[in-house]
């Protein structure tokens, strides 16, 4: 919204453009911003499930992942765990963190997100809720863990897939996700030139 506005030069986002968002970019004169000089990724996070250091559970399947997070799943027993309600923790649907949560985890086994989630405004925050309550579970940047204990996510054939700097870089971790640096189809301020350089 800032960016067609006029009130913001360069967009950082955890996530994608949205096709929406594409065209009202294109209606506004900016250009098409999924053009390859439109785009460019600065770095790389990832999308971890964390739980507390205290939960023995310590991998999770991506369909459970999301059957959790849609409420399908309630009980850690379904997991492995104690025989406790889940309590749910995901970033903000305000965040980008929070919006690649529901497009990549959600999205492609077409589920919504549970109504009883806490969001939280701010990765740190949710992290150290996670990290705190023994039978919280929630998603956070792989930047942003703190103390709360990442799990590993289980492939059906058995193979498991670790969050770690490697395994992000080289794209095998199945939620990486791309820092995105998008900027309109017009001359930038030079400071602006100078900090994409």
């Known amino acids: 919204a800032d960016l067609l506005a006029n009130e913001a030069d360069v967009v950082m986002s955890l996530r994608e453009i949205r096709p929406n968002e594409r065209d009202r970019a294109f209606e506004a ?4 911003m999924t053009a390859q000089n439109r785009s460019r990724v600065l770095a790389l996070d990832a999308i971890v499930p964390v ?3 205290q939960n023995p559970v310590r ?6 992942l999301a059957r959790v997070f849609a409420g399908e799943i309630k009980n850690w027993a379904a997991l492995g765990g104690a025989n406790a309600p889940i309590a749910l923790h995901a970033p903000s649907v305000r965040t980008g ?3 690649a949560t529901e497009d990549r985890i959600l999205g ?5 997100m549970d109504e009883n989630v806490t969001r939280h405004a701010r990765g740190a925050a949710l992290a150290n809720a ?5 039978f919280a579970f929630g998603v956070a940047s792989y930047a942003e863990v703190g103390r709360a204990q990442p799990l590993i996510l289980k492939g059906p054939c058995g193979r498991v897939l670790r969050a770690t700097r490697r395994s992000i870089k080289t794209e095998d971790y199945p939620l990486t996700a791309p820092m995105f640096l998008y900027t309109p189809a017009r001359r930038l301020p030079k400071l602006g030139r100078e900090f994409l350089s």
């Not at 492609?108 to 919504?112: G, I």
């Open 29 to 32: 004169g900016m250009g098409d």
């Open 130 to 134: 996670v990290s705190e309550d023994p």
């Open 108 to 112: 492609p086994v077409n589920l919504n």
């Open 51 to 53: 739980v507390s250091p």
């Open 97 to 99: 963190l929070g919006q």
């Open 59 to 64: 991998e999770i399947s991506p369909l459970d």
